[in-house]
């Protein structure tokens, strides 16, 4: 007797989407006081890219990938920093950061809750296409490590550069690279984790 197996949605979907994970090095992490004095306080961010995406070596807290084509490819990286500074809102946060050039030039963006990213294509004096992006949150409160009346804040920094002499069209950055850093971006998540110096 032969079986027919139809795979579902779900499992059809499978693996067109992968999470990848990165920790901020202790280096650049903050400051902790009280008990946990010893430790440094970093972001963990997890990020959800295309599984098409070649990844490639990177230095510590970073990530970085080759995106598939033949004439024109990217090198996606990305990165976190954390701060302390004022609360406030995260879309004003990242408009001060990231500011569009110009409306043609601001290719996704947007608020999630208390979250707000942006994706944006900087002017370059050479042929190559560059993106950048930004993803904003408030990553701690605990007055352990962001003094009264402050905040910790990730930034986690998403940066995609065409190969030299690749030829890189409108619709391949309108299109598909501006939309697949923020998708990345807008549902990045940063956590608070401790690491030893």
């Known amino acids: 007797m032969l079986a027919l197996v139809v795979p579902t949605a779900a499992q059809a979907d499978q693996g067109t989407y992968i999470a990848r994970s990165y920790t901020q090095p202790a280096a650049s992490g903050l400051a902790v006081t009280g008990p946990l004095s010893d430790l440094r306080a970093v972001a963990r961010v997890r990020v959800t890219v295309p599984a098409e995406w070649r990844r490639e070596s990177a230095p510590a807290g970073t990530l970085r990938f080759l995106t598939p084509g033949a004439g024109c490819r990217y090198r996606v990286t990305f990165s976190v920093n954390t701060t302390i500074a004022a609360p406030g ?109």
């Open 89 to 197: 809102d995260a879309a004003a946060r990242v408009d001060a950061l990231v500011p569009s050039p110009s409306a043609a030039r601001l290719l996704d963006g947007g608020v999630r809750g208390a979250t707000a990213f942006r994706v944006i294509r900087p002017q370059r004096s050479d042929q190559r296409v560059q993106l950048r992006g930004l993803r904003s949150a408030v990553l701690t409160r605990r007055t352990d490590i962001a003094p009264t009346g402050q905040v910790a804040w990730s930034d986690v920094v998403a940066s995609a550069i065409s190969r030299p002499q690749d030829e890189c069209h409108a619709g391949t950055y309108r299109n598909r690279m501006g939309p697949q850093l923020g998708d990345a971006l807008a549902t990045a998540r940063a956590t608070l984790t401790f690491v030893r110096p």
